[in-house]
């Protein structure tokens, strides 16, 4: 069978699986919607207002730009992910509206098992260990919570694809194969800024660590001269900065690298990085400035949302096995322990970085191994180590010790910050992230790069020491290995069964067939309202439509995806700043249950409010003393209750 043939098998291996978990929605692609109703579902209301906004009335001038088809067009140009949104907004915009959506997420879970396949072949020459890895990585826990919650930040199947042609670029180092590394990057950074950015840092740590470790390896003949690559060669004492020399031709392929990404990249980013780094916008809404291109977050959400290294082994909540565990974990923590950032853990975000008990402790055996061989090979010592023969070659330990190095460097960028000891400040790499990158607020999503680090070493562990032609004695010197069958492969087999129960989450989708009582009910209303707005000029500008539904205490995702059931306007998104009619969301959402709040409410065109009884936010207002439900029945001429929501009518 050719390579093509065996990798479109590997890739048909994948979609039959993941068919198997996803069948409830794959089976009803129209109707269901897979994930759970978050930042992810505004590209579903994006596609279903491109189709319907206009057929509506709907006012392009008093709704967020975003939502209409002059949105799509902005959003191009100026958005932190170009290409992503590109695609997704034409998918959204001519084919049915979940089919689409769903079209966008499920996909890549064959593609991420598919390519980390490619890089661990390419590590380990072993397609058993390679296909079960694969199947890890795609199903890791922060795959799981993205692809249910951010719809561009579930393309994890770049990371594996990016470090592979890196891999590449670094032994071929040919013009060809640098392009397409710098290639596989920049079109990452297009799709999303959190992996282009995130993984150009990786690729740092990955460059030092192969200086490095090949360095080293050639300095202590470690390895034999043809084991290593071109570009790396023998130091001494000597030995300067030259075009001959190891550093000068590893910089060389970087800077090329970089080259090729910057020139690919750049054209297409530059809108963005002059509203975000050029320029000075005058005003600020909250965390977003009036330009909508750019966004700042404070050092306060750096701290939060930072990994701390007992959250590798904290199991995801969801988990109907250990989630209980989990949660126990978590509380322990914060009880207990009076370290500050021990109290911060996030379940949605720090739940992905799990790594999952089997495979730190398969990494935690192979990183000893590694360091026991090569200093023992360094020693010139015999040495036997449960079974396994000594290497003639370390080269075979090579990339165990890259990658170990690479995702240890990796975590310095990922961990709070700085910390005070004794009152001194102390800095760490992180803090380089929050000083040139101000919009990637969530750390912890590196946590899936050192994740395929883990998988990485692993992967190479096991493919040498648990299979065929391994290092480990057989099983059992009765049990003869055929064709079908080889006891080393009952490892194989154990190890990816156990990983894949620890990381199970059950399948979360939305019936869209069914709209929540509250919705239906104000969609069952014909509504229409004629209103008289006055821009920031003092011109005057009418509208007549559909009337619109306010949310109360917020305006938040939720109310966004149902809004395709009442068809009515959304009157107060959480971050929606209308500059012409000198509107803002969060300061509306503040004033709604005062008595000046309620009048701009009826003059902007609201008839509708939903109360939500059990908002965290309303419980804290009733338990302050406020009354806001008694504020909106006094105010309304009509109301209806739901049991968790309230619909009045102004």
Same mark, same amino acid.
């Given at each position: ?27 009803? $692609? ?104 694969? $199947? ?15 719809? !561009? ?52 740590? $990955? ?59 750049? /054209?297409?980013?530059?809108? *963005? ?71 911060? *853990? ?45 290497? =003639? ?33 102390? *800095? ?5 992230? @929050? ?32 299979? /065929? =032609? ?94 395709? *059931? ?9 971050? @929606? ?38 908002? !965290? ?8 003393? !406020? ?9 309304? =001429? ?13």
């Amino acid at each position: 069978m050719t390579k093509a043939k065996n990798l479109l098998l590997v890739f048909i291996l994948y979609c039959f699986i993941f068919f198997i978990y996803f069948f409830p929605v794959l089976t009803h $692609l129209n109707t269901y919607v897979y994930g759970i109703i978050g930042d992810n579902f505004w590209w579903f209301i994006w596609g279903w207002w491109s189709k319907n906004y206009q057929s509506l009335g709907f006012s392009n001038l008093y709704h967020n730009p975003l939502y209409g088809i002059g949105g799509f067009n902005h959003i191009f140009w100026t958005s932190t992910h170009p290409l992503g949104w590109g695609i997704a907004s034409e998918l959204l915009r001519f084919l049915p509206t979940n089919f689409a959506y769903n079209m966008l997420v499920i996909p890549t879970f064959p593609l991420a098992a598919f390519f980390a396949y490619l890089l661990f072949y390419h590590l380990t020459k072993n397609k058993a260990v390679s296909f079960a890895f694969g $199947l890890i990585f795609s199903f890791s826990p922060y795959h799981i919570f993205s692809s249910q919650r951010h719809t !561009e930040l579930a393309i994890t199947w770049v990371i594996p694809l990016v470090v592979w042609t890196f891999l590449l670029a670094y032994e071929k180092k040919t013009f060809k194969y640098i392009f397409l590394a710098s290639l596989s990057l920049s079109l990452t950074m297009l799709s999303s800024i959190y992996w282009g950015v995130y993984l150009g840092i990786f690729t740092f740590c $990955l460059a030092l660590s192969l200086l490095t470790v090949d360095t080293l390896f050639r300095r202590f003949g470690l390895s034999k001269k043809s084991e290593i690559p071109a570009c790396v060669g023998r130091l001494n004492s000597e030995s300067q900065i030259n075009s001959n020399s190891p550093i000068f031709k590893l910089l060389k392929t970087y800077v090329l690298y970089i080259l090729f990404f910057i020139v690919l990249t750049i /054209p297409f980013l530059f809108p *963005y990085i002059k509203a975000n780094y050029l320029q000075s916008p005058d005003t600020t809404r909250g965390w977003v400035y009036q330009n909508t291109t750019v966004v700042k977050r404070g050092l306060a959400d750096f701290m939060l949302y930072s990994i701390m290294p007992y959250h590798f082994i904290i199991p995801p909540s969801q988990n109907p096995v250990t989630g209980e565990l989990g949660k126990n974990m978590v509380s322990f923590i914060k009880d207990n322990w009076g370290y500050f950032m021990a109290k911060n *853990y996030v379940f949605s975000e720090h739940g992905g970085v799990f790594l999952g008990w089997g495979n730190i402790l398969v990494f935690v055996v192979a990183v000893f191994f590694t360091a026991k061989q090569i200093f023992v090979k360094a020693k010139n010592l015999k040495f036997k180590f449960i079974g396994v023969r000594p290497q =003639k070659s370390l080269y075979d330990l090579r990339y165990l010790a890259i990658f170990s190095a690479a995702g240890f460097l990796l975590y310095l960028f990922c961990m709070p910050p700085y910390f005070t000891i004794s009152g001194f400040k102390i *800095y760490t790499p992180a803090y380089l992230v @929050y000083t040139f990158f101000p919009m990637l607020r969530t750390l912890s999503r590196m946590g899936v790069i050192i994740f395929l680090c883990v998988l990485s070493v692993n992967a190479i562990f096991i493919s040498k020491n648990f299979s /065929p =032609k391994g290092g480990l004695k057989r099983v059992s010197k009765r049990v003869k290995p055929s064709r079908w069958f080889n006891p080393n492969w009952v490892f194989v087999i154990f190890f990816t069964i156990v990983t894949l129960a620890e990381f199970y989450m059950p399948l979360k989708y939305l019936d869209d067939t069914v709209p929540p009582s509250a919705y239906a009910y104000i969609g069952a209303k014909e509504d229409f309202v004629e209103v008289d707005y006055v821009t920031d000029k003092g011109r005057e500008y009418k509208y007549e439509g559909p009337s619109f539904v306010a949310e109360y205490p917020w305006g938040y995702d939720l109310a966004a995806f149902y809004q395709k *059931y009442h068809k009515k306007g959304f009157a107060n998104p959480l971050f @929606y700043v209308n500059p012409y009619l000198r509107f803002n969301g969060i300061e509306f959402s503040y004033e709604l249950d005062s008595g000046g709040g309620i009048k701009k409410a009826y003059d902007l065109g609201v008839r509708f409010i939903v109360y939500h009884r059990g908002d !965290e936010d309303t419980i804290k207002r009733v338990q302050r003393g !406020e009354d806001p439900e008694g504020f909106f029945r006094k105010h309304s =001429k009509a109301y209806r209750d739901f049991g968790e929501t309230i619909v009045f009518e102004l």
